[in-house]
């Protein structure tokens, strides 16, 4: 158990629809990734906050958008979905910012139908 | 776009054998760190290693990194059936993301 957890675990939803995703970061831990994983793309960074504030972005599509809150506690908010959208989002956090491991939740899985 | 790339893809073994994996990347980086999933599962963090780390070790797994050539292996020895899943490795640069390879798919055989 890494300490980090998501909800939910599995999410089947329909094209144009949204859905949030929640991740708890480990006890003390400041910052917070988001991560795609899908068969054709790999394991693709979003985004990353720390301590409430956006720091990093990477593939994260207009359509998402993420946010950390005073609890630490983030939310990935997926909206008009597609069915290409569907995949296994990971949460991740670190205690800082680069240098430091990195656990990762088990994972949201998203299938949009 | 991948920064690591594991090598081989795939990879099968008997039990009791030791399992090689390696890692390339391209740009600088602070430290690497290997992952591992079973099937559809969470990322499990193995090893981080540092820049200027040259070999780390944790139980029966062995981490190596070469800076000079952009390259890092992940030695699994007297492996288990458990052992098998997807192997990843991810770096670290002076930004804030990993960026993780394709992975290796390890398979141990009884």
């Known amino acids: 158990d890494s300490g980090v957890t998501q909800t939910p675990k599995h999410l089947i939803t329909a094209t144009g629809q949204r859905v949030t995703l929640r991740c708890s970061p480990r006890?003390?831990?400041?910052?917070v990734y988001w991560y795609q994983q899908s068969l054709d793309q790999g394991l693709q960074f979003l985004i990353q906050?720390?301590?409430?504030?956006?720091?990093a972005k990477g593939n994260i599509l207009e359509r998402f958008s993420a946010q950390q809150f005073p609890d630490l506690h983030s939310e990935l908010n997926l909206s008009s979905l597609e069915l290409g959208d569907s995949a296994l989002y990971f949460c991740?956090?670190?205690?800082?910012?680069?240098?430091?491991?990195?656990?990762f939740g088990e994972g949201s899985w998203l299938t949009v139908v | 776009s991948q920064q690591g790339e594991e090598d081989p893809q795939a990879l099968s073994i008997q039990e009791g054998e030791n399992a090689t994996m390696n890692c390339s990347y391209k740009?600088?980086?602070?430290?690497l760190q290997w992952y591992r999933q079973n099937s559809g599962r969470g990322l499990v963090h193995l090893i981080l290693?540092?820049?200027?780390?040259r070999e780390k070790h944790s139980g029966r797994l062995r981490v190596t990194l070469d800076t000079s050539k952009k390259s890092s292996s992940l030695l699994i020895t007297a492996s288990r059936a458990a052992d098998t899943a997807s192997y990843f490795c991810?770096?670290?640069?002076?930004?804030?993301?990993?960026?993780f390879g394709k992975g290796t798919l390890l398979t141990v055989n009884p």
């Open positions: 906050y720390y301590n409430g504030e956006e720091r």
């Open positions: 290693i540092r820049s200027n780390e």
């Open positions: 991810a770096t670290g640069g002076s930004n804030y993301k990993l960026t």
């Open positions: 006890s003390g831990d400041l910052s």
């Open positions: 991740a956090s670190s205690l800082g910012t680069s240098g430091n491991t990195i656990y």
């Open positions: 740009t600088s980086i602070n430290n």
